[in-house]
């Protein structure tokens, strides 16, 4: 009986390079729409059906979807986030975002803030409560 580990090289999931799509399972369509296209301005780039809504962002593509479309999970409880989205901009750019949101309405929990790892960030929440960040190297 040996301890060998398989190859990661010789596993068919190597050949992953990069995350081409999320999907954020969303409990509330109308208004996570309108937080992704009028709050963070974001492109749509196709309406697949009113369940399944997609966004360009750079290479990668973020859709809202309900959870029935891909699958029979049910939305996440109120309350609890889904995931944590991080968006890279500049450092200068960190602090505009802070004002957009401000002006939309978006509470910030904490003002943008200089870490210790070398990140300037900027947390906030989407209307469903999930995590988002603008962040910076700085």
Known sequence: MT?????????PFS????IDYT????????????????VLALSLLRELSPNWIE????????????PSRTATDAPPPA?????QLA????ATEVDACAEELVQHGVVLPSPPTNQAFGHR?????????NLL????EI
């Open 133 to 136: 960040e603008v962040y910076a």
């Open 87 to 90: 968006f890279k901009v500049s």
């Open 3 to 11: 301890n060998e580990q398989p190859s990661r090289t010789s596993s």
């Open 23 to 38: 999907v954020i399972f969303v409990r509330d369509m109308a208004a996570m729409r309108s937080f992704y296209e009028d």
């Open 121 to 129: 960030t900027l947390f906030f929440r989407d209307p469903d409560g």
């Open 79 to 83: 309350g609890s986030a889904s995931l």
């Open 15 to 18: 050949a992953i390079r990069a």
């Open 55 to 66: 966004y360009g962002i750079g290479s990668n593509t973020l859709a809202l979807a309900r």
